[in-house]
Nanobody, 121 residues
Framework: VQLVESGGGLVQPGGSLRLSCAASGFTFELVALNWVRRTPGKGLEWVAGISAGDISEYLHSVKGRFTISRDNAKNTLYLEMRSLQTDDTAVYYC????????????????WGQGTQVTVSS
């Protein structure tokens, strides 16, 4: 299993970013995928997940601002982030345990290397 995130960067408060996670080594369309972030203050925090059946779930504080999606033809997971706030500053990871359903937690088996998102003026 390989997960490779990209798309992070520096953005001003109120700005937008789109993260991508290219996946390989498993049958992508049969697996739920998640975004998890890590900050120095809060540690690991589950952000969003999307099931094999395209049902998405979100952390309450990002609902309405973040959108998780998947492209099964490209084996790629996305996280569209809008109205970014300084509290969204974190390393964002793509993660899975190869199950088909979303489980909001942080003890996944497989992780990418992470991509840094910094929200600052």
């Amino acid at each position: 299993v390989q997960l490779v995130e990209s798309g992070g960067g520096l953005v001003q408060p109120g700005g937008s970013l789109r993260l991508s996670c290219a996946a390989s080594g498993f049958t992508f369309e049969l697996v739920a995928l998640n975004w998890v972030r890590r900050t120095p203050g809060k540690g690991l925090e589950w952000v969003a997940g999307i099931s094999a059946g395209d049902i998405s779930e979100y952390l309450h504080s990002v609902k309405g601002r973040f959108t998780i999606s998947r492209d099964n033809a490209k084996n790629t997971l996305y996280l569209e982030m809008r109205s970014l706030q300084t509290d969204d500053t974190a390393v964002y990871y793509c993660a899975t345990d190869l199950r088909a359903w979303v489980s909001p937690r942080t003890d996944f088996t497989y992780w990418g290397q992470g991509t840094q998102v910094t929200v600052s003026s």
